[in-house]
């Protein structure tokens, strides 16, 4: 089945460890996102990718990074310099925007979320 | 820069009652607008989305939307909640061109009364 994989489920750091989140889509999508989701906050943007070796900063770059060598693969480090990393983290891919309006189906679609905890 | 407001963080309505969430954008073109709703600790699941044509969309679940853009408004709205529609909903705003990304809103729980 075609889908969005995040991996893992729940992830513990200790203060001062980088970790990395794992976002896999089989989907042939061209735009990957990464998602940040605090209470009361929605989601806030933190990297996206429109094509392989480029991505982007979102609203809330700051203290993570990412990678985007093959199309199918977009993954998460969250940096020792991130100060408040405990939250949960949602990846998601689409048709890119811009080629998507020919079609209309620029929607993205949503892994089922990474919960990071540091303790 | 595109933005997504939802002015109500929490609603709760009784089982069989209408349903109305609002949803307010700014954007400089024609917006492409979704709803996404989510139940808790899961992922998003998407509703409906517009992107030109008829104004009124219908999505899945019974629910459907209205795109105003004098009031720059994509309001969902549904005849007669279900218990299982308690969940947390969410608009976005999609851009398009070289710097296409979705920008969300910062959701309204709702909560349904039996």
Not at chain 1, 58 to 68: F, L
């Amino acid at each position: 089945d075609g889908g969005i994989t995040q991996s893992p489920k729940y992830l513990f750091r200790k203060e001062g460890q980088n970790v990395t989140l794992s976002c896999e889509q089989n989907l042939n999508h061209d735009a990957m996102y990464w998602y940040r989701q605090d209470p009361g906050q929605g989601l806030r943007l933190i990297y996206y990718s429109q094509i392989v070796n480029d991505f982007q900063k979102g609203d809330i770059a700051e203290g993570y990074s990412v990678s985007r060598e093959k199309k199918e693969s977009f993954p998460l480090t969250v940096t020792s310099a991130q100060k408040n990393p405990t939250a949960f983290y949602l990846c998601a891919s689409s048709i890119d925007l811009s080629a998507g309006t020919l079609t209309g189906t620029t929607e993205a679609f949503f892994g089922q979320g990474t919960r990071l905890t540091v303790v | 820069a595109q933005s997504v407001t939802q002015p109500d963080i929490h609603i709760t309505v009784s089982e069989g009652a209408s349903l109305e969430l609002r949803c307010n954008y700014s954007y400089g073109a024609t917006p492409y607008l979704f709803w996404y709703v989510q139940s808790p600790g899961q992922g998003l699941q998407l509703l409906l989305k517009y992107f030109s044509g008829d104004t009124l969309v219908q999505g899945i679940k019974g629910f459907e939307a209205e795109f105003k853009r004098s009031q720059s408004s994509f309001n969902l709205r549904k005849p007669s909640v279900h218990w299982s529609d308690a969940a947390e909903y969410f608009c976005a705003v999609g851009s398009t061109g070289t710097a296409s990304k979705l920008t969300f809103g910062t959701g309204t729980r709702l909560q349904v009364t039996l």
